[in-house]
């Protein structure tokens, strides 16, 4: 089978190019919102499920949760270990697919943050969420936030430049709209010499009533929609994310009836 983008996209390559990766501080005020719309108390279970270098693991962590990040990334993960060895708190960390979630849990809230999700193809982003249904405690809850794609697009870029101590990054989007993926090319032109690229990633755009579709094809209610990782109401036209609080129903992650 050919590899996926994504397989050789989140390596060293990647931290190459987002050098802030490696220094950021940790998201604590994204973990306060997390944990209190999840209405989770000291010792809960929780699964960062796509936790790239950790800044969320170990921040839900600091507030007395009990956290297990997941990444099917080594080279992120290992990040995420310097990051917990620097903060003093445990996290359990797990290098695995997001596909493959039996055997883990129960959890009382599993969390996708800052669009880990969308990578797969819709059949699989399918088997990602109802993986998620399985290993939620009754009654347990998913946030899911990804990008507002539906205000992005209205503003879509083609061309992003920044600048870093030792590049200038150039970030070319194309938007397939027949399949609904965003895709990115991603170039570094160090400023000692060379180049540094990416492969180019590919992320299904999905709207929300698709969004909608794929939890309640899982079994997942949803109970709120915020416009950021923050308690702002989600506006199609201007909000940056689409955020979807949701509560596993009663009949999910059952096996189908013959």
Known sequence: MAERWYQSFFDRRYLDFYPSLRSAPIASDDAAFVARVLELEPGASLLDLGCGTGRHSVALAQLGLRVTGLDLSEDLLAQARATEAASGIAVRWIQRDMR???????????????????????????????????????????????????????????EVWHESPDAVHRERNRYEPERGVLVTERTAYLKQGGTLELPASHVRAYLPHEVRALLAAAGL?????????????????????QVYLCRLGSHAGSPPVA
């Open 100 to 158: 493959e979630l039996d055997g883990l849990g129960p959890f009382d809230a599993v969390v996708s943050l800052y669009t880990a999700f969308g990578f797969l193809g819709e059949a699989e982003d399918r088997r990602v969420l109802a993986g998620v249904a399985r290993i939620l405690r009754p009654g347990g809850r998913f946030l899911l936030d990804l990008t507002n794609f539906l205000g992005y697009l209205a503003r879509f870029p083609p």
């Open 221 to 241: 209610e949803i109970e709120a929609v915020f416009g950021a990782l923050a308690p702002t109401p989600y506006r199609w036209e201007s909000s940056p994310n």
